[in-house]
């Protein structure tokens, strides 16, 4: 682990939480019954609580991206939701 994976793994953390909080009202009103639970606010514990899971689930994403492309994964999934984004 490197100070450099790190770095990119928090700007890639912090800029992918922000796009899903962009997306999730949108993702809500597009969710019928009890699916639409998996789009609610996590609490400041749920927060803590998940913190680690996220950041190793961010770090496989960069690891296993090619070089260069940050995270490429993630971002051809946050493309396939723009459907649902605000406009």
Same mark, same amino acid.
């Given at each position: 682990?490197t100070?450099? $994976? +790190?770095? =990119?793994?928090?700007e890639f953390?912090q =800029?992918?939480? =922000?796009?899903? @909080?962009?997306l999730? *009202? @949108? $993702?809500t @009103?597009? %969710? !019928?019954?009890?699916?639409?639970?998996?789009f609610?606010d996590?609490?400041?514990e749920e927060e803590?609580?998940n913190? /680690?899971? !996220? $950041?190793?689930?961010v770090? /496989? +994403? $960069?690891?296993t991206?090619?070089?260069g492309?940050g /995270?490429?994964?993630?971002?051809?999934?946050t493309?396939?939701?723009? *459907?649902f @984004?605000p %406009?």
């Open positions: 682990m100070e450099e $994976l +790190l770095g =990119q793994a928090k953390y =800029q992918s939480k =922000q796009e899903y @909080a962009d999730r *009202p @949108a $993702l @009103a597009h %969710t !019928d019954g009890p699916l639409s639970r998996l609610s996590r609490t400041v803590f609580n913190v /680690g899971n !996220d $950041l190793v689930f770090i /496989g +994403l $960069l690891l991206s090619p070089p492309a /995270g490429v994964l993630w971002r051809r999934v493309c396939s939701l723009s *459907p @984004a %406009t």
